[in-house]
Antibody, heavy 117, light 108 residues
């Protein structure tokens, strides 16, 4: 069974940093591109970042470009999101998702990030 | 950016009844459209991809239709476990895959 489990969320002050992790199991992690998707309170889903299976390609939404960095460690079956210069509007549940040719075929439940002073 | 607009925002339906959810794209996405179900505290679940193909393990009461800019998700006979929020997503414009704002299906 495919499992994606996020961790690392919490309360952080504006301007602060946080690193999220996503532990993958039940599939060959190194053969899939992966993404981070977030959902702010009362809002819809927003794709924020993608990394290819071998880390050769990364993409970011304009809303996080220059502040967030996606990475992965295939030996540890783990995906990461380094978030710097956090803003109030970054408050959201952050989920990792497995990319397929037809959307995201597996998701984690997410981890809550709250940016507040 | 391709903007996805879902309607209605909330749909009140009795168990056993049919639910019809709509999704409109601001420009053509061909058939590169997926539907997801999300329940509180749970991971989203892929229901439909390619506008009309059910994902593995999805019951036949879920069906999708449409192409280009107009799409529909139909749940033929609502079960108690179907009350949730449903999102459409276009994956035509790589890498900026965008979602609709969601339709909440609630018990009438």
């Amino acid at each position: 069974e495919v499992q994606l489990v996020e961790s690392g969320g919490g309360l952080v002050q504006p301007g602060g940093s946080l690193r999220l992790s996503c532990a993958a199991s039940g599939f060959t992690f190194s053969t899939y591109g992966m993404s981070w998707v977030r959902q702010a309170p009362g809002k819809g889903l927003e794709w924020i970042s993608y990394i290819s299976h071998d880390s050769s390609s990364t993409h970011y939404a304009d809303s996080v470009k220059g502040r967030f960095t996606i990475s992965r460690d295939n030996a540890k079956n783990s995906l990461y999101l380094q978030m710097n210069s956090l803003r109030d509007e970054d408050t959201a549940v952050y989920s990792c998702a497995r990319n397929s040719r037809h959307g995201y075929d597996s998701w984690g439940r997410g981890t809550l990030v709250t940016v507040s002073s | 950016e391709i903007v996805m607009t879902q309607s209605p925002a909330t749909l009140s339906v009795s168990p056993g009844e049919r639910a019809t959810l709509s999704c409109r794209a601001s420009q053509s996405v061909s058939s590169n459209l997926a539907w997801y179900q999300r329940k509180p505290g749970q991971a989203p679940r892929l229901l439909i991809y390619g506008a009309s193909t059910r994902a593995a393990g999805i019951p036949a009461r879920f069906s999708g239709s449409g192409s280009e800019t107009e799409f529909t998700l139909t749940i033929s006979s609502l079960q108690s476990e179907d009350f949730a929020v449903y999102y459409c997503q276009q994956y035509n414009n790589w890498p900026s895959w965008t979602f609709g704002q969601g339709t909440k299906v609630e018990i009438k």
